[in-house]
């Protein structure tokens, strides 16, 4: 079993809809979660962390973390086409020192369509 | 803040030879990482330093892998004897010891082909 696991899409949505994102991971001691989004070609960039359950909103996105059920979801509200890119969920583990390992999925590849 | 700033962008090498790719991170992270991402995958952790000391490094890191950070700026890395497996994208990330869960900051990528 992978340690986070997304689906690859493509997940088509139209323009205006929400698009909902999912991810699962295996570690339940899991403590903080992020997701990035990545452009073709590109680096990812941050758009969310979430540390606990529930719910946390920015802007037209929203991520959702149930830690009993070792699910974290993104929604992004009122799609735009700007939005079309690939949305990497990850997993973090402190490191010796404090540093931070994050254990990405494969992504979930978000097309918007006019 | 300018970013992480990685160089090269793009680098093309025939298999054998030797590559070094050079990371500058956001100038107050005193955290530097290197990971690698393959198409169609998420990055893979690679290795991590906290100011100049290397903690912590992946079993993906084999014994052709160096990196350093001497004196807790830039850090590169090197890859000797280059394989065709080695064609990737290595991007590097930085991020600040202020909280445990400080986020990663990627930079561009060098994006590696062996021939």
Known sequence: QKEVEQNSGPLSVPEGAIASLNCTYSDRGSQSFFWYRQYSGKSPELIMSIYSNGDKEDGRFTAQLNKASQYVSLLIRDSQPSDSATYLCAVNYILTGGGNKLTFGTGTQLKVEL | ?115
């Open chain 2, 1 to 115: 803040d300018t970013g992480v700033s990685q160089d090269p962008r793009h680098k093309i090498t025939k298999r054998g030879q030797n590559v070094t790719f050079r990371c500058d991170p956001i100038s107050e992270h005193n955290r530097l990482y290197w990971y690698r991402q393959t198409l169609g995958q998420g990055p893979e952790f690679l290795t991590y330093f906290q100011n100049e000391a290397q903690l912590e490094k992946s079993r993906l890191l084999s014994d052709r892998f160096s990196a350093e950070r001497p004196k807790g700026s830039f850090s590169t890395l090197e890859i000797q004897r280059t394989e065709q497996g080695d064609s990737a994208m290595y991007l590097c990330a930085s991020s600040s010891g202020q909280r445990v869960t400080s986020p990663l900051h990627f930079g561009n990528g060098t994006r590696l082909t062996v021939t």
